[in-house]
């Protein structure tokens, strides 16, 4: 999508190159392509429309400075407004006032409200908090097995109670039995129900009466469609909700639901669930989804995140011992170590601008599997080992190989690409190899 | 008056109704006004733009051409329109042609998997048919649990392996079990997966090799499920998942809801796979047959 926008952002700065200004007629063609950008995005017809008319009134009108060109100038009008509609900033959850701080979770069925209890306890245990987690779920059968499962895995304390069928009574118990066990966070689960299912939502209230939260969040797939607006009005205008967390959004949606979520209640997006394992949840930041929306990668998140990766001095260091030829197996375990601290690949990968088209056919698994099986073969060798890597003989590398579960060819191939390495480094450094810099590859 | 504000007085006016969108528009002339209007409605019910665009355009020649000269013909038109797209995809699930048959299902997280094995074993049992479930989903949490009790409620036989084991050694012994148990239909329940995670799709593509060798010329039906309340990405969903798996026909979910899950035109212009059943509602009931004359009345909310 972003390449399309930008094809015919370049049409639009040809037309209009000369003229200096943003107008009415020559931002025609480039309103239409956003409409089209965030429609396919899911973003909420009404939604869609008012925010155009306020991009138009933005733009029209705006000077073209000489160091943009005017389509980029547009781009850039349509992001910081998608940007501020999402929410300036991070919006942290409520805990306010005398513990136990209570959050509900609420949403339609199958939107998350499960995983996203025991994400939700996970991140607050890192946070030095006592959670507990509770299931109001009496409906869907194994519901609360499947919440009981989730906390033994994260290690975090799961209400249970011997044939409580009522949620209501299940609310008030979990409350006692929290000061008793001394829990500061109660995570309660309840059962999935639809927008417009009057009784159910009548049930979300008494519970909520019950429960008192400090804050109410619903889930919403982040697949979602048109209807997301219809679902978030629906539970705010009902239950009264604090704020969102966007679950699925590490699959190819683009997430317009946000947009028309944050419209329509102007509540906060909180969190959004990126994967289907429990610590991946990620604050939520407007900006990035605002990139997402419009199909542009997240640049801004890649960049912050191999600044932190790659911290400066490192990397100086690095240049230094690649310029004096001493480059150990140390140092490339240290590299292994900057290359995944950036995440996942994929993760990484996604962040470039059009790579969700080619993301089916290229197979990353692979990648990520010999990266692991490279740092298990140096993490199985000794210091002096590591730093002197001529004294790896046939017995050490047998050892090696045992130590990290591969095979001494395996050890012989990570030596042979270190090997190579070291080789091209000491061309690149020598100049040999013309047009090359060494800066180039670590930086 | 702020953006917020625009936007929540627009929507207390529009409840999103299709039908009193359609009907207000209808009460002028047809002009681009009222065409505008009936896309509007077309991409809130999901259908995508393209589609709700091109479906205008038919309106529009067909107006041009003066079949639709009263604008209360343009409803009637309309639903022509979308009924025969539909119509190529309606096509009912044919269980008897092979003994046992082997469904398996797939689809992303959270669409109601469990429950739509569920709904169809029911409809098989009280049909007379003997039915096997098998555990496929050993990731989530409690899956197996969960369609273990809908197992005894329903009074369906059940194979199931510890959570975290092969899901393809589950499907081996499922197979295995049905011919021993002389079985009619085996419903294959999976774990949910997003079509972009590779590694989950080679999974899958495992699961169907072991069904393939072991009945030989099952999966009868790799029957894709769809969460109605999604958009756009259905489309992706689709795509992704027939490329690698071959879907020989869908079902959608929670139809009962406001969405529409309008993006089964595109989805049926573009993949021209069977729709197998859609879910109206949590009973276990409410599961139908899929009919493109229903859909199109639903969809233009008649």
């Known amino acids: 999508m972003f390449e399309r926008l930008q094809e015919r952002f370049e049409t639009l700065f040809k037309k209009i190159k000369g003229q200096g200004k943003l107008t009415e007629e020559n931002i025609k063609e480039a309103l239409r392509d956003v409409r089209i950008a965030l429609l396919e995005a899911d973003v909420n017809y009404k939604v869609v429309k008012d925010f155009l008319e306020k991009v138009k009134e933005k733009a029209i009108g705006q000077g073209v400075l000489t160091s943009i060109t005017p389509g980029q100038l547009f781009i850039k009008i349509v992001y910081d407004e998608l940007t501020q509609l999402l929410g300036s900033s991070h919006s942290p959850l409520n805990l306010g006032g005398p513990p136990p701080h209570p959050i509900m979770l609420i949403g339609l069925q199958g939107s998350g409200k499960t995983t996203t209890a025991g994400k939700l306890a996970l991140f607050l245990r890192k946070k030095g908090k006592r959670p507990l987690l509770i299931s109001t779920d009496t409906r869907r059968p194994a519901a609360m097995e499947q919440l009981k499962k989730i906390s033994s895995q994260i290690d975090v304390p799961f209400f249970s109670f011997e044939g409580q069928k009522d949620p209501l009574s299940i609310c008030k118990d979990a409350r006692q039995y929290a000061i008793k066990t001394y829990s500061d966070v109660l995570i309660f689960d309840t059962a999935g129900r639809l927008h417009i299912d009057e009784d159910l939502l009548e049930e979300l209230v008494e519970q909520k009466k019950a429960i008192s939260p400090c804050e109410v969040l619903l889930t919403v797939d982040g697949m979602t469609g048109q209807d997301a607006l219809n679902i978030a009005k629906a539970f705010d205008e009902k239950i009264g909700v604090t704020g969102f967390i966007l679950t699925k959004m590490d699959g190819d949606a683009r997430g317009g639901a946000a947009l028309s979520i944050k419209a329509v209640t102007g509540k906060p997006i909180k969190f959004i669930g990126t994967g289907e394992k429990l610590d991946c949840l990620e604050q939520f930041h407007p900006e990035r989804i605002a990139s997402r929306i419009l199909g542009m990668g997240d640049i801004v998140s890649l960049v912050e995140k191999a600044q932190e990766a790659f911290e400066e001095k490192k990397a100086k260091e690095l240049e230094r011992k690649l310029r004096t030829d001493q480059f150990t197996l140390e140092d490339f375990r240290e590299q292994l170590r900057q290359v995944k601290k950036l995440g996942s690949i994929e993760s990484i990968l996604s962040m470039i601008p059009g790579f969700s088209k080619f993301r089916s056919s290229l197979d990353l698994s692979e990648t990520e599997k010999e990266l692991k099986k490279m740092e298990a073969i140096l993490n199985s060798m000794t210091k002096k080992e590591r730093l002197n890597p001529q004294i790896i003989d046939g017995s050490r590398r047998l050892r090696i190989a045992k130590g990290s579960g591969t095979t001494v060819q395996d050890v012989n191939e990570l030596l042979r690409k270190y090997n190579e390495l070291k080789k091209l480094m000491r061309k690149l450094t020598r100049g040999e190899l013309k047009g090359f810099k060494p800066g180039i590859f670590f930086r | ?302």
């Open chain 2, 1 to 302: 008056m702020g953006f917020l504000e625009r936007i929540k007085e627009g929507l207390k006016k529009t409840r999103y109704e299709l039908k009193a969108r359609l009907e207000a528009a209808l009460k002028g002339p047809l002009d681009e006004n009222t065409l505008r209007e009936i896309e509007e409605a077309l991409i809130l019910s999901d259908c995508g733009v393209e589609t709700s665009t091109r479906l205008v355009e038919k309106l529009k020649e067909a107006w041009k051409k003066g079949h639709l000269k009263d604008p209360k013909d343009v409803k009637k038109v309309l639903r022509e329109i979308i009924g025969e797209i539909l119509k190529s995809v309606e096509r009912p699930l044919r269980i008897d042609n092979y003994r046992p048959f082997t469904i398996l299902t797939l689809g992303v997280n959270g669409v109601g998997k469990t429950t739509t094995v569920a709904k169809i074993g029911k409809a098989l049992i009280s049909d007379g048919k003997k039915v096997l479930f098998g555990a496929c989903d050993t990731f989530r949490a409690a899956a197996i649990e969960q369609l273990s009790e809908w197992a005894e409620r329903l009074g369906a036989e059940i194979v199931k392996h510890k959570e975290g084991s092969d899901p393809a050694a589950v499907a081996y012994d499922a197979i295995k079990a049905a011919s021993a148990r002389n079985v009619d239909v085996v419903i294959l329940d999976t774990a949910g997966r997003l079509h972009t995670k590779s590694n989950l799709i080679e999974e899958m593509k495992k699961i169907k090799r072991v069904i393939a060798r072991e009945t030989g010329s099952g999966p009868h039906e790799t029957l894709l499920i769809l969460d109605a309340t999604n958009g756009q990405n259905a489309i992706q969903q689709v795509k992704s998942f027939h490329e690698a798996l071959t879907v020989s026909g869908l079902a959608i979910t929670k139809l009962d809801g406001t969405a529409k899950g309008g993006f089964i035109l595109p989805v049926s212009e573009l993949f021209k796979i069977p729709i197998r059943y859609i879910c109206v509602g949590e009973k276990l009931e409410d599961l139908l047959p899929f009919s493109a004359e229903e859909f199109s009345k639903a969809l233009l909310e008649e």
